[in-house]
């Protein structure tokens, strides 16, 4: 079909994201809901993009497994935040990761170090790291989930709580100024929850998609993490609860970016 300059915005938008929200294209190009809504109808007609429950998505990655899916969308922001987080390790360091999208991004940063001890429950964090530049990779066994091929259960539970690292990273689905980190599912929250406890430094990776939401089980405290590294400035409400529980905040690609509370986003 023959492509409007902003039916040509939408499918660019959609193509970098995987997914983009009706309310997130509408705010990227600076028109209505209603607009958007018209401007895709088009475009889903002609099968170029699908609509999901206030999204749409390129059809072919509707039909990948969710966490394929799930690694294409903001893949960009989760790699800066993953190439923040590099920073803080170094050769021949401790780490333990969860499973989720941006810690499988911060799997793939990691193969710039050498000499790692790795332990995690994610098969994809495993296979990505077991292999390379003499690491070692310690992987938790228990019943494997059929979506991301993580581990999860009592075993992998007791088999964390073994190790102390210098560094555990986790990843979130939600972060509230009020509850605290979130996470979907009670058995990722305990995993995530665990891990934390096992680290040295303690580091929250997410993108800023997760601000402001919501989920199902708490993970944590603020007051139980030391570091949340993130692609932007959290808003205000969110900051702030961050510098009273002593969190500090860096903003992926920033020199200086832990003082975040005189830059955050307005609410």
Same mark, same amino acid.
């Not at 939408?10 to 209603?34: D, H, K, N, Y």
């Given at each position: 079909?023959?492509?409007?300059?902003?039916? @040509?915005?939408?499918?660019?938008?959609?193509r970098?994201?995987?997914?983009?929200?009706i309310?997130?294209?509408?705010?990227?190009?600076?028109?209505s809901?209603?607009? %958007?809504?018209?401007?895709?109808?088009?475009l889903?007609?002609?099968?170029?993009?699908?609509?999901?429950?206030?999204a749409?998505?390129?059809?072919?990655?509707?039909?990948?497994?969710?966490?394929e899916?799930?690694?294409?969308e903001?893949?960009?922001?989760k790699?800066r935040? @993953?190439?923040?987080?590099?920073?803080?390790?170094v050769?021949?360091?401790?780490?333990?990761?969860?499973?989720?999208?941006?810690?499988?991004?911060v799997?793939?940063?990691?193969?710039?170090?050498?000499?790692?001890?790795?332990?995690?429950?994610?098969s994809?964090?495993?296979?990505?790291?077991?292999?390379?530049?003499?690491?070692t990779?310690?992987?938790?066994?228990?019943?494997?989930?059929?979506?991301?091929?993580?581990?999860?259960?009592r075993?992998?539970?007791?088999?964390?709580?073994?190790?102390?690292?210098?560094?555990? %990273?986790?990843? %979130?689905?939600?972060?509230? @100024?009020?509850?605290?980190?979130?996470?979907?599912?009670?058995?990722?929250?305990?995993?995530?929850?665990s891990?934390?406890?096992?680290?040295?430094m303690k580091?929250?990776?997410t993108?800023?998609?997760k601000?402001?939401?919501?989920?199902?089980?708490k993970v944590?405290?603020?007051?139980?993490?030391?570091?949340?590294?993130?692609?932007q400035?959290?808003?205000?409400?969110?900051?702030?609860?961050?510098?009273?529980?002593?969190?500090e905040?860096?903003?992926?690609?920033?020199?200086?970016?832990?003082?975040?509370a005189?830059?955050?986003?307005?609410?």
């Amino acid at each position: 079909m023959r492509h409007s300059k902003r039916n @040509a915005q939408i499918l660019r938008l959609v193509r970098e994201e995987g997914t983009c929200t009706i309310a997130g294209l509408a705010g990227q190009l600076g028109v209505s809901l209603e607009t %958007i809504r018209r401007d895709v109808r088009p475009l889903t007609e002609a099968g170029e993009l699908l609509r999901m429950h206030g999204a749409v998505a390129l059809p072919h990655l509707v039909r990948e497994a969710p966490f394929e899916r799930r690694m294409r969308e903001n893949a960009e922001a989760k790699r800066r935040v @993953a190439g923040q987080v590099i920073g803080h390790v170094v050769d021949g360091d401790t780490v333990m990761l969860d499973t989720g999208t941006t810690t499988s991004f911060v799997a793939r940063e990691l193969l710039k170090r050498s000499g790692l001890t790795v332990v995690t429950n994610s098969s994809d964090v495993a296979h990505t790291l077991a292999t390379a530049n003499g690491n070692t990779v310690y992987m938790a066994g228990g019943e494997l989930n059929s979506d991301n091929g993580a581990a999860f259960g009592r075993s992998v539970l007791e088999f964390i709580s073994r190790f102390k690292v210098r560094l555990a %990273i986790i990843s %979130i689905s939600a972060i509230d @100024a009020e509850i605290g980190p979130m996470d979907y599912t009670l058995r990722e929250a305990e995993i995530a929850r665990s891990v934390l406890a096992s680290g040295e430094m303690k580091i929250i990776a997410t993108d800023h998609t997760k601000f402001g939401q919501s989920a199902l089980v708490k993970v944590c405290d603020f007051e139980d993490v030391d570091l949340l590294i993130t692609d932007q400035a959290p808003p205000k409400g969110l900051s702030d609860a961050l510098r009273l529980a002593g969190v500090e905040t860096e903003i992926a690609g920033r020199v200086n970016s832990t003082a975040v509370a005189d830059q955050a986003a307005p609410v």
